[in-house]
């Protein structure tokens, strides 16, 4: 069993980590403050992101800095839908196509390119999704932004800012990809993924279509970008162009580095230092102390973390384990 190339019997753990994180994400925040539920929220918001953009770190091993930008695809796209009428389901899934469709196009290019070229270019998308929303800025609303409609729900529940609707959708989103990525990851477009990956020549003489290969794996993070935008819209209410920074896309990277590329409950702990932390900290700590204190927190969960603090846990686990079959054997 390896828990750092991600092969092995470990697909069972890492769904029922998963399983029991959401149970603890639900009981915390539905049982808690408002302010508690909405960094619980925003940070399921980010596992989402994180989750797809670790799925081009676990696989391709390249950079990937334009998180932020198909977050906001997703974002523009679920506020238009809604504004249309349409279904929040069916805006959401308009979400994920879009987005996808915006990151296959973008693929094709950027997987000529490796290493420091690739996260040079992504950085890039990510660096300009202010600009081109600001260009259109009779669809997007620019600066001044667009409200998204605080209407959207289903059986009772209202999916809208700190509302227990809404962590139950994040939440809800958040265990059906994960339990997806996991089994893409674990089955066989896994394992061609990661053999493109680490030996790319080796895996094209066995047959592997290494363009397709890379391109799918990127189309997916970008649907997943685009996911999480549709539930960042309808959790703040409001889209506007200068909710883009270049940090959110470097906090959806580091947030996998912290919890680990190769686990989706890794995403989510990631998801919880870099989205609901900083919330949190802003009602502990004074407003010019909470960036420094965050900054400092990063950089001791990246330490502590290693290969991130989930597969940390793995280890820990599975030795546990090996440890308590020799005992009994």
Not at 24 to 51: H, K, W
Not at 121 to 136: E, H, R
Not at 208 to 230: H, R
Request: without cysteine; hydrophobic residues 55%; charged residues 10%.
């Amino acid at each position: 069993m390896s828990v750092s190339t991600g092969r092995g019997d470990l697909l069972g753990l890492r769904h029922a980590t998963l399983l029991l994180f959401a149970a603890f994400v639900l009981i915390i925040g539905l049982a808690g403050p408002a302010n508690l539920r909405y960094g619980l929220i925003f940070s399921t918001v980010y596992a989402v992101a994180i989750l797809g953009n670790n799925a081009i770190a676990a696989t391709l091993e390249e950079i990937n800095l334009s998180g932020g930008a198909f977050i906001a695809f997703g974002a523009y796209t679920t506020m238009l839908a809604l504004e249309a009428g349409l279904n929040v389901f069916v805006a959401m899934l308009l979400a994920l196509v879009v987005a996808a469709g915006i990151g296959a196009v973008f693929a094709v290019p950027t997987t000529r390119l490796t290493g420091l070229a690739t996260a040079l270019v992504t950085f890039t998308l990510a660096f300009s999704i202010i600009d081109l929303t600001n260009y259109l800025t009779p669809i997007t609303g620019g600066d001044a932004g667009r409200q998204v409609s605080l209407d959207a729900g289903f059986a009772g529940l209202r999916f809208s800012g700190s509302r227990p609707g809404m962590l139950v959708l994040v939440v809800a989103v958040m265990v059906l990809v994960g339990l997806a990525h996991l089994w893409l990851l674990h089955r066989k477009p896994g394992r061609v993924a990661i053999a493109v990956g680490e030996a790319e020549s080796a895996s094209s003489v066995f047959g592997a279509n290494i363009p397709l290969v890379k391109v799918a794996v990127w189309t997916w993070a970008a649907g997943l970008g685009g996911l999480a935008g549709a539930l960042y819209a309808l959790a703040v209410g409001y889209v506007s162009s200068s909710q883009w920074p270049i940090m959110m896309s470097i906090l959806v990277f580091v947030g996998g580095l912290i919890g680990g590329t190769r686990s989706a409950t890794g995403a989510w702990i990631g998801g919880i230092i870099v989205g609901g932390l900083p919330l949190w900290l802003q009602n502990i700590v004074p407003a010019t102390a909470t960036s420094v204190l965050f900054g400092v927190i990063i950089i001791v969960a990246l330490l502590a973390g290693g290969k991130g603090i989930a597969e940390l846990g793995e280890r820990l686990l599975t030795r546990g384990w090996h440890l308590v079959g020799r005992g009994r054997s």
